[in-house]
């Protein structure tokens, strides 16, 4: 399936901005099963210094800074992009998750696909007790791993409510995991933080829903805005697989990632520094429209430019 991809992020301030510098995770890369056709970033105003540079977990990363007044700040990202994933092994045919903990916690690799960087707390991610035996209920004795992430992935589905505005992006997993509500990044975060908690590898992932979904098939949460979801290593097999908690299904040709990292922190779309004073609003348009022909996803980042 190919898509057209529209992220349009909006930042309207109280007062003049004199400076600005700052970092935006928005151009999407080439990965397994995905295939970047065309992507550009505009900046409004124009920036007075802009580079690129990819990040340690091999996401495209755009630094600039604009050094003239300024009221409102407007990033576009627009994009082609292929997606075809494989599926996932049947979930009893992975190995048992006390093989997977053994496997990730021998581990020397420390390249950025490793599992020893999706083991231990990180800046959003802390590992509460009660996380940890929530998810360890999916997790009897010799359960293959996936089946065991796939039932935590449903339960959280089941367990907890879709609600925009009971969190926020500084959310902790305790307090959402206490409310049992908030939306997808929380829902993300609790699952990492629960499968961390019996040293299961897992990683947090940034990206998109198709907007429209196929005929017959239910619109799925998370459309026409940023979505986030979860990657899980079942050994050095079946490696990472992706599981989205808020739908309660795995990820697939439906899901466009953009990023991916340890957690919200690793992959936040604009960071930045602001000279100034007042508050600011923020307003974010996201389109992911299907188009017609195969997808043809592979590896490589031919056409990508930013």
């Given at each position: 399936?190919?898509?057209?991809?529209?992220?349009?992020?909006?930042?309207s301030?109280?007062?003049?901005?004199?400076?600005?510098?700052?970092?935006?995770?928005?151009?999407?890369?080439?990965?397994?099963?995905?295939?970047?056709?065309?992507?550009?970033?505009?900046?409004?105003?124009?920036?007075?210094?802009?580079?690129?540079?990819?990040?340690?977990?091999?996401?495209?990363v755009?630094?600039?800074?604009?050094?003239?007044?300024?009221?409102?700040?407007?990033?576009?990202?627009?994009?082609?992009?292929?997606?075809?994933?494989v599926?996932?092994?049947?979930?009893?045919?992975?190995?048992?998750?006390?093989?997977?903990?053994?496997a990730?916690?021998?581990?020397?690799?420390?390249?950025?696909?490793?599992?020893?960087?999706?083991?231990?707390?990180?800046?959003?991610?802390?590992?509460?007790?009660?996380?940890?035996?929530?998810?360890?209920?999916?997790?009897?004795?010799?359960?293959?791993?996936?089946?065991?992430?796939a039932?935590l992935?449903?339960?959280?589905?089941?367990?907890?409510?879709?609600?925009?505005?009971?969190?926020?992006?500084?959310?902790?997993?305790?307090?959402?995991?206490?409310?049992?509500?908030?939306?997808?990044?929380?829902?993300a975060?609790?699952?990492?933080?629960?499968?961390r908690?019996?040293?299961?590898?897992?990683?947090?992932?940034?990206?998109?829903?198709?907007?429209?979904?196929?005929?017959?098939c239910?619109?799925?949460?998370?459309?026409?805005?940023?979505?986030?979801?979860?990657?899980?290593?079942?050994?050095?097999?079946a490696?990472?697989?992706?599981?989205?908690?808020?739908?309660?299904?795995?990820?697939?040709?439906?899901?466009?990632?953009?990023?991916?990292?340890r957690?919200?922190?690793?992959v936040?779309p604009?960071?930045?520094?602001?000279?100034?004073?007042?508050?600011?609003?923020i307003?974010?348009?996201?389109?992911?429209?299907?188009?017609?022909?195969?997808?043809?996803?592979?590896?490589?980042?031919?056409?990508?430019?930013?």
């Open positions: 399936m190919i898509y057209r991809l529209c992220q349009e992020t909006l930042y301030y109280a007062g003049p901005v004199p400076f600005s510098r700052h970092i935006a995770r928005m151009l999407p890369t080439s990965r397994t099963g995905q295939r970047v056709v065309t992507a550009t970033l505009a900046i409004d105003p124009a920036p007075s210094e802009r580079r690129q540079s990819i990040d340690f977990f091999g996401n495209r755009t630094h600039f800074a604009l050094d003239r007044s300024h009221d409102r700040l407007t990033v576009r990202l627009d994009a082609e992009i292929a997606v075809a994933r599926a996932p092994p049947p979930a009893e045919t992975t190995p048992a998750f006390e093989l997977v903990r053994a990730a916690a021998a581990s020397t690799d420390l390249g950025p696909a490793s599992p020893i960087h999706a083991l231990f707390a990180s800046p959003a991610i802390d590992l509460p007790p009660a996380i940890t035996r929530y998810a360890a209920a999916s997790f009897a004795a010799d359960r293959p791993v996936l089946a065991g992430a039932e992935m449903t339960r959280i589905r089941d367990d907890f409510a879709y609600e925009p505005g009971a969190t926020d992006v500084t959310t902790r997993p305790a307090e959402a995991f206490a409310k049992k509500a908030g939306v997808c990044q929380d829902f975060h609790v699952m990492i933080a629960g499968l908690g019996l040293s299961l590898p897992a990683r947090y992932v940034s990206g998109y829903l198709r907007t429209e979904p196929p005929p017959g239910p619109r799925l949460e998370g459309a026409d805005a940023t979505h986030a979801w979860v990657e899980v290593w079942c050994g050095a097999a490696g990472w697989i992706g599981l989205d908690p808020t739908n309660g299904i795995y990820a697939g040709d439906d899901h466009i990632v953009l990023a991916v990292g957690d919200y922190t690793d936040s604009l960071d930045g520094v602001i000279f100034a004073y007042g508050d600011h609003t307003e974010v348009r996201v389109d992911v429209i299907p188009l017609d022909g195969p997808a043809a996803a592979d590896t490589g980042a031919e056409g990508e430019d930013g």
